[in-house]
């Protein structure tokens, strides 16, 4: 929820308006949270921890009920990703702090999707991505652009939302790999297995 805290102190006087709206922010964040804990806890079952299995249905039930994002369902192949990449404890599984990581992640990533996707199409064009990515400081060549336009486009060319969301966490998830090897030549070296290991369980 947006607060304009000067439009407000100049109609009313404080500190009646700032202190319920404060309050009012606290509480409807604490219910999104306890929301989000609830859904975690009844798909994540015994163990406390969703496999990609159990990923996939969480995400999917939330993007049901998104008018904008209903037909977008994450493929179970995007869900073993997304806990590969978040699985901090490589127990195979997102325990929930680490849920919660991706979460952040994801929503992160949703607010950019529909904010760049300019012409509301729902999906967002070659053009559209760049815009994104390099707004967000990613420098990219326009090859390296290409191939993950390549890989992420459906046959029109238009990149859904739940493929931006793959590519999108995989970009940043490389980014990050790439800086925990950095020299001060702004080059990263890898071991073979380093270098295997990174790029397989992603
Ligand atoms: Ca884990
Ligand atoms: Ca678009």
Redesign the pocket.
Known sequence: MAYDHEASCSKVQLPYTVQPVSIDVRVHAEERKNRLYIAFKRIAGEDN?VDPWELQELLNTVVKRDPELWDNQFSLDACKSMVAMT?????????YE?FVELWKSIMAWTKIFKQYDRDNSGTFSANELHLAFSTLGYKLSGTTFKAMVLRYADKDSQIKYNSFIAGATKLRHMYEIFYKHVGKDKKATFGFDDYIRATMYS
């Open positions: 921890e699985d901090a404890d490589r127990s195979g599984k997102l325990g680490e």
